[in-house]
C-alpha cells in the first residue's frame, strides 16, 4: 500500500528560544517587583515591564524572536510592537486557569524560574472539536500504546504540555488558551508574559484590511 497523509492546515507552530543572557540577573529584577493577587496567582503592578531600562536586552532579544518568528512562519517582514508585559508568581499549590489574550497577535512566555517538579504551561488544541467530532477515546484520552512519539499526535491530544525550561521563551497564537495546573513542587514558579501587535500600518487597502 502506498498510502499518503498529508497536514493540510495547521495551527501556527509553537516558537521556542533560550534566552542567551544572564537569567540570574532576570531573576533577581523579578523578585524586586510589587505583585498583587491574581485569581489563583500573583501577577506585577507594572505591566509594562519590559520598558524598564534594565530589562532592555531582554526586550531586544524578545522582539528579534518574534520578528524571527513572523518572517519563517507568516513569511512577513511586518514590524511587530510588544505592547504589554509582566511577571506572574505561581507559588506551591497555586494554579492559573484557562485564558486566552484578546487584543494581541502572539504572546509569549519566558520561564525565569522553575525546577524539576514545577508544573508545565499547557496549550489546548483548540482546533481539536472542529476535526474530530467522532471520539475513538476516552474522553479525548490518549492510549498512547498505539501512537508514534510526535507523529499525528495534534489530531488526537486535546492538551500540549510545554515544560518550563529555565531561561526558554515560548511563543504562540494569542487566542490560543492555555493554563498552569496545580503547583505540586515545594518552589515558586516565575514567568514573563508579553503581548505584541503589528506596529501601523499593516494589512491591504486593496483587500480593505487595512489598518492605520
Ligand atoms: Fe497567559
Not at 537569567?23 to 509594562?48: G, M
Amino acid at each position: 500500500m502506498d498510502d499518503q497523509y498529508i497536514d493540510m492546515f495547521l495551527p501556527p507552530p509553537l516558537g521556542v528560544t533560550q534566552f542567551p543572557g544572564d537569567i540570574n540577573y532576570i531573576q533577581k529584577i523579578c523578585k524586586e517587583l510589587e505583585f498583587q493577587r491574581n485569581s489563583c496567582n500573583s501577577i506585577t503592578v507594572d505591566n509594562y515591564l519590559l520598558n524598564k531600562p534594565e530589562l532592555i536586552d531582554l526586550k531586544t532579544y524578545i522582539g528579534d524572536f518574534v520578528h524571527r518568528y513572523t518572517r519563517t512562519v507568516f513569511h512577513s517582514n511586518q514590524e511587530i510592537d510588544i505592547t504589554q508585559s509582566w511577571v506572574n508568581i505561581t507559588d506551591s499549590g497555586e494554579e492559573h486557569p484557562k485564558h486566552q489574550h484578546p487584543n494581541s497577535y502572539m504572546s509569549g512566555v519566558m520561564f525565569v524560574k522553575s525546577c524539576n517538579d514545577s508544573p508545565p504551561l499547557l496549550i489546548e488544541n483548540y482546533l481539536r472539536p472542529q476535526y474530530s467530532f467522532v471520539d475513538l477515546y476516552d474522553g479525548g484520552r490518549l492510549d498512547n500504546s498505539d501512537v508514534p512519539p510526535n507523529k499525528y499526535i495534534s489530531t488526537n491530544t486535546p492538551i500540549y504540555p510545554v515544560m518550563p525550561v529555565q531561561g526558554n521563551i515560548v511563543l504562540f497564537s494569542s487566542p490560543t488558551p492555555h493554563m498552569v495546573p496545580k503547583n505540586n513542587s515545594k518552589e515558586e514558579r516565575i514567568t514573563l508574559a508579553f503581548n505584541t501587535y503589528p506596529k501601523r500600518p499593516f494589512g491591504s487597502e486593496r483587500d480593505v484590511t487595512y489598518v492605520t
